[in-house]
């Protein structure tokens, strides 16, 4: 048996809880027993040291977690002292402060729980610290939903390590396409936003997609990915909440896009974000809607190009599963025996 400790309980954590119940018999392949012990949410949460059954689950993630009869007021600390195996994360990211989220890491990881997580927060902001405790506590760190979830890459990156990687260029950031072409087809900067908000693609506070705050959180953990020392702190962002409407509706007339940019520039360590001018018929200048794109620059001057999906939440949580996947594979390959 594996105890499971859901911590965030939106769209990405209900997904999750879905795909943990109706995929189980993958788990139990590997000889991994999912037992929930606890969800945990802003408001607090329920915790059952003995499973909370499938039923159950699914019934908070139809009805809420709120209105559960035995939702209460409680702390991580409350489900960390019923010991779980691995913690599944997936909460608002806090890139200004890093709190509680990078709290939150360090606690789990202190206490040699295993980590998977959808939140760029703390591996943007001390993913040196957090990848080396983990190895020295002999925990799992599993974080592949946190770029191009719907296209995962962190796993291409790794297999990449033992190449000679120029830079990486892309657009990570799927709501900056959706305003962007707004724009193009007639709304203002504004409307397009405020139109992104209503539809809930964009975050409230939209400088954290349009600001760059997004792709530039991505873009750092690919850079870690691929060795470079690197914060968000670190990462030039420009924001294109300023960008001119006429100049992004002449633009395009001109067969020309402008877009979001992330550029990971590994020889000279360098990591930006920034609105670009690109030929609508490139790569990056075809991606719209919910889709990202990856160029890979090699030093042989070959290229690597991945374009797919992000999201929706359900494509998020899937990649979460397979990390949880993962994590089963780790304990059979290093004969951990998963307490229960």
Not at 7 to 17: C, L
Not at 268 to 276: T, Y
Not at 301 to 313: D, F, L, S, V, W
Request: charge should be neutral.
């Amino acid at each position: 048996m594996v105890k499971i400790a859901l911590i965030g309980f939106g769209n990405v954590g209900k997904s999750f809880t879905r795909i943990l119940v109706n995929r189980v018999t993958e788990l139990n392949k590997l000889g991994l027993e999912p037992c929930v012990i606890g969800i945990l949410a802003s408001r607090g949460g329920l915790i059952n040291d003995e499973c909370i059954g499938s039923r159950a689950l699914i019934d908070l993630t139809n009805k809420g977690l709120y209105s559960a009869p035995n939702f209460k007021t409680i702390e991580l600390r409350d489900l960390i002292n019923l010991k779980p195996d691995v913690a599944v994360v997936s909460i608002p990211p806090s890139y200004h402060t890093g709190e509680p989220n990078l709290t939150i890491y360090r606690l789990l990881i202190s206490e040699g729980i295993s980590v998977i997580t959808a939140d760029k927060t703390g591996l943007a902001l001390a993913y040196g610290e957090l990848i080396n405790e983990s190895r020295n506590k002999g925990v799992y760190l599993g974080f592949t939903a946190t770029v191009m979830a719907g296209t995962p890459v962190i796993q291409l990156l790794k297999g990449l390590r033992g190449r000679i990687v120029k830079n990486i260029e892309g657009v990570l950031n799927a709501t900056s396409n959706y305003v962007l072409t707004l724009v193009e087809n007639g709304l203002t900067m504004s409307e397009a936003v405020k139109r992104a908000i209503e539809e809930k693609i964009a975050e409230p506070d939209p400088a954290i997609d349009l600001g760059g705050l997004d792709a530039a959180a991505k873009a750092t953990i690919l850079a870690n990915v691929m060795g470079i020392n690197a914060s968000l702190r670190d990462v030039d962002v420009q924001s294109m909440l300023n960008l001119k409407d006429d100049y992004i509706k002449e633009s395009a007339r001109k067969g020309i896009r402008v877009k979001q940019v992330a550029s990971v520039d590994l020889t000279r360590r360098l990591i930006s974000v920034k609105p670009m001018e690109v030929p609508a018929g490139s790569v990056i200048g075809s991606i719209t809607g919910n889709y990202n794109a990856l160029i890979i620059r090699l030093n042989d001057g070959k290229e690597i190009t991945i374009i797919g999906p992000t999201g929706p939440a359900e494509a998020t949580a899937e990649v979460m599963f397979s990390d949880l996947l993962e994590y089963a594979d780790s304990c059979l390959t290093m004969g951990k025996r998963i307490k229960g």
